[in-house]
């Protein structure tokens, strides 16, 4: 089983890394990006084979180290 | 006094903080310092460690997030122990970062807001000298140390930013923000004071002939620890 990991910063925390590349695309002329946010997406394979169990094993992973949940919010999806 | 200091791959400040707790130690108290460098895998402290120093450096080559292998790696958990049981700890740049990815210290370190990595001395204002870490400076003392990130850009929310000014656990602010820091913070403790964790590197302002002395008295003050002192103050 595969799980999709999607770690962003939470709303209202700058985003430098976000502001950086909309201005880039503002310079290439893509005039119609108001905003950017960038994250990261981890991919994990697990041998877990019942799929809710599997779940919350990746939520206490996202807690625990995968994402920072003072800045970073994440959402889980099963593939 | 007993420092102990950890060293993660990619630790690269572990022996400037060594040398700067040694001259301290050398200059002042009849007992001196002493120093044990003690490896990530280790998952205890040597007995009778007084502060665990976390060292800057890029631990774990800053993969996933800065500080937050470390956080997670075996000799954090003896620093949790020791925090726990009121042990002083001190977290410089990517030991600041581990600090606050432990819990040990609120908020979080960001992207510096101009994307840039940042090295240059810059002026920090003494915000409190209510720590062992700045006992020896005075409020509103202004000092030059280094800063050497690229993620160094504090961040709390408001609530948090308004319970560490109300319970007086800034400890240095910048003059000239280099980063975007909530509150121009560039030091903060913990709610029992005895865990720093800042950005910029008082052990790179610990000789005249490199940087500058302005980090000494931080040294200075940290060398009088003792067993004594742990237990009163």
């Known amino acids: 089983m595969k799980a999709r990991v999607f770690v962003m910063l939470k709303n209202g925390v700058l985003d430098p890394q976000g502001e950086a590349v909309r201005h880039a695309l503002g310079t290439l002329g893509f005039d119609s990006v108001q905003g950017v946010r960038q994250g990261k997406v981890i991919e994990l394979e697990l041998d877990e084979v019942d799929a809710a169990l599997a779940e919350a094993q990746v939520g206490e992973m996202c807690e625990k180290l995968l994402a920072n949940t003072v800045i970073e919010s994440y959402r889980v999806e099963m593939i | ?233």
């Not at chain 2, 003690?38 to 402290?45: A, F, P």
């Not at chain 2, 005075?138 to 000014?165: C, E, K, M």
Request: aromatic share 6%; with cysteine; proline share 4%.
């Open chain 2, 1 to 233: 006094m007993h420092a102990a200091i950890l060293v993660f791959p990619g630790s690269n400040c572990d022996r400037d903080l060594k040398v700067a707790f040694e001259a301290a130690g050398a200059a002042g108290a009849a007992e001196g310092v002493k120093v044990s460098m003690i490896w990530h895998k280790d998952q205890e402290l040597p007995h009778g460690v007084d502060i665990v120093a976390v060292p800057g450096g890029f631990s774990f080559g800053d993969y996933l997030r800065c500080g937050a292998i470390a956080a997670n790696s075996p000799v954090s958990e003896a620093l949790r122990k020791h925090v726990a049981r009121g042990g002083y700890a001190l977290g410089i740049c990517n030991g600041f970062q581990v600090l606050t990815e432990t819990g040990l210290l609120p908020g979080a370190l960001r992207r510096n807001a101009d994307q840039k990595f940042t090295c240059k001395t810059v002026a920090l204002d003494v915000a409190t000298q209510n720590s062992v870490f700045t006992s020896e400076y005075s409020v509103g003392q202004r000092i030059n140390t280094p800063i050497a990130n690229h993620d160094g850009n504090y961040f709390v929310d408001a609530d948090t930013l308004a319970q560490l000014r109300a319970e007086d656990r800034i400890a240095f602010t910048y003059v000239d923000n280099p980063n975007g820091s909530v509150g121009d913070i560039a030091g903060v403790l913990s709610a029992n004071r005895r865990v720093l964790g800042m950005m910029p590197h008082p052990e790179r302002a610990a000789d005249a002939a490199l940087g500058g002395t302005d980090g000494v008295a931080m040294f200075r003050a940290l060398s009088g620890l003792a067993a004594g002192i742990m237990a009163t103050a």
